[in-house]
């Protein structure tokens, strides 16, 4: 109920920050709204998807990058790591253009699709931690679902503690391994 809760208010957030845009974009910072009429000219002059089936669209903050959407090191799309706090599956603020940005990729991409890994920390007991790690996929699959993505298109895995980014003990490893990856087939 929680997680709804939260959605609806980022949701409406980002609705209320797409509406009330001035149009004005300082250097370096993404559009509020994304514009979804720009399209690349392909070799034969036609405009569209580029040759392999992905979107040239331009996302927010994505600039004027010639090659693969998910390839541009300036877009949001190039986040493909998440991170939570202890014990949490609630997306932090900071990700959520991110996360946005990806659930769009997704919506105009039909044969895009994408496998979120959750994980989590070595604390907890193996079982706590496979739910944690789902919990956190499952949260950031229900931005994507909303944002446009459909559910053939994103798979959720959960590994728990089995597959630490780092091997530490201590709160800074702690805090890498607290995480959904985003792995994308192309």
């Not at 919506?107 to 919990?135: C, F």
């Not at 996929?137 to 459909?150: D, E, K, M, N, Y």
């Amino acid at each position: 109920m929680r997680n709804n809760i939260l959605i609806l208010c980022f949701a409406s957030m980002f609705v209320l920050s797409a509406c009330s845009s001035t149009g004005d974009v300082k250097d370096g910072e993404g559009a509020d709204v994304e514009d979804r009429s720009a399209t690349t000219q392909q070799d034969d002059g036609q405009t569209g998807d580029s040759q392999d089936g992905a979107s040239t669209t331009a996302l927010p903050g994505a600039g004027q990058f010639e090659g693969h959407p998910l390839d541009n090191p300036s877009s949001p799309l190039a986040t493909r790591t998440i991170y939570f706090e202890f014990n949490s599956s609630e997306i932090k603020s900071e990700f959520q253009e991110s996360i946005l940005a990806h659930g769009s990729y997704l919506g105009e991409n039909p044969n895009a699709t994408v496998t979120l890994e959750g994980h989590t920390d070595e604390r907890g007991s193996r079982e706590y931690n496979v739910g944690l790690g789902e919990r956190r996929a499952q949260s950031v699959r229900r931005l994507l679902l909303f944002q446009g993505a459909v559910d053939r298109q994103v798979e959720v895995i959960s590994y728990g503690e089995e597959k630490p980014a780092r091997e530490g003990h201590d709160e800074v490893d702690y805090s890498e391994n607290r995480r959904v990856e985003f792995i994308y087939k192309r």
